[in-house]
């Protein structure tokens, strides 16, 4: 796939943070295989966070600033991410015209404090991972295949950012950074598993075990900042798995029953058309009483019949995490 020309996120401080950094200060240009085939060429540096010596790696879309131990994922991480790019560009093709990291939670701590202290009271609490403000996004180091599912979330926020205006939903834009988390590296090259994704498939799960799954009207107007905030880590972790799954159904579930209209929310992003398409379905009669915009955009371009829907997704939620439906 040809790649777009994307402007320098401030995937700067990869605590495995990655934030887009602007300036390459080329020191060598190195190479790793690629999906394809390819080459992603690369060039390194040193780079320091304070008195933390790191290393700042430079692609074609990404300013990779690390302070990363494992030498063996820090090398994996050009081609990973230039890899995870490909697929945000599949979901949502950028117009013709990144990322960081950091060791540990303490520094990761650090930076979100001094660079976010607005945000911080909110950021401190999340129990694993980062976040992303802007296309610039912070992740510390957990394990190998646990960050790079986290680089691959957080990126996709970082994408968006750098490309769109467009005001998204929070189910939404939840929902496609989770779609992006799962991925398989036969012969060391990434390839995305959209719905393999255990983590979240295991706290579906849990959720279903305890009848804690969100109604479809409560998940499409939840705001992930207020549920992170309630500091209950059993709900943080149930909203994102249903966004997840909810992106899963609406692109491959009921035998492709809603993909022709999740196609048309993806492309009204793209072209700025989505907020106004809102605007439109919250008054029409169909939207009883308030209607969040979560809600309203899902009226517009999925179905009115949020009943029906429901049901369905319930189905397909059995369905995905291997459970029997109870008569």
């Known amino acids: 796939m040809e790649h777009n020309t994307m402007k320098k996120s401030t995937i700067n401080r990869l605590w495995i943070s990655p934030s887009f950094l602007l300036g390459l200060g080329v020191l060598a ?36 600033h690390s ?15 230039e890899a995870a790019y490909d697929q945000y560009n599949s979901l949502l093709p950028a117009p013709a015209s990144g990322e960081d990291k950091l060791n540990d939670r303490s520094q990761w701590e650090l930076y979100a404090r001094t660079n976010f202290p ?22 510390y180091y957990i394990r190998r295949t646990y960050t790079l599912s986290v680089l691959a979330h957080e990126g996709m926020h970082q994408y968006f950012a750098n490309y ?20 398989e590296l036969p012969s060391g090259k990434a390839r995305f598993t959209p719905q393999r994704n255990s983590f979240r498939l295991n706290a579906l799960r849990d959720a279903m075990t305890t009848d804690a799954v969100l109604p479809l009207r409560a998940l499409l107007s939840t705001d992930a900042g207020r549920v992170i905030n309630q500091g209950r880590s059993r709900l943080t972790k149930t909203y994102y798995a249903q966004a ?56 517009a371009y999925i179905t009115d019949d949020l009943e029906m829907l429901e049901s369905e997704f319930g189905d ?12």
């Open 29 to 64: 240009v190195c190479g790793c295989s690629s999906r394809d085939d390819t080459v992603v060429q690369f060039t390194e540096e040193p780079w320091s966070f304070g008195r933390i010596k790191g290393t700042k790696l430079s692609t074609e879309h990404f300013d990779i």
């Open 67 to 81: 302070t990363l131990r494992d030498g063996q994922l820090q090398e994996a991480l050009p081609e990973f991410l």
């Open 118 to 139: 607005q945000q911080y009271p909110v950021f401190r609490k999340i129990s694993a991972g980062g976040f992303a403000v802007g296309n610039e996004c912070v992740v």
């Open 164 to 183: 769109f205006s467009t005001r998204l939903p929070a189910w939404l834009n939840e929902g496609l950074a989770t779609y992006c988390e799962s991925y």
């Open 244 to 299: 997840w799954a909810l992106v899963c159904f609406l692109r491959h579930g009921a035998d492709g029953k809603y993909a022709d209209g999740f196609q048309d929310m993806l492309d009204a992003i793209v072209s700025g058309e989505l907020e106004s398409a809102a605007k439109v379905a919250r008054i029409q009669p169909s939207a009883r009483g308030k209607t969040s915009y979560g809600e309203s955009v899902f009226r």
């Open 316 to 327: 397909y939620l059995y369905e995905l995490v291997g459970f029997s439906k109870p008569q």
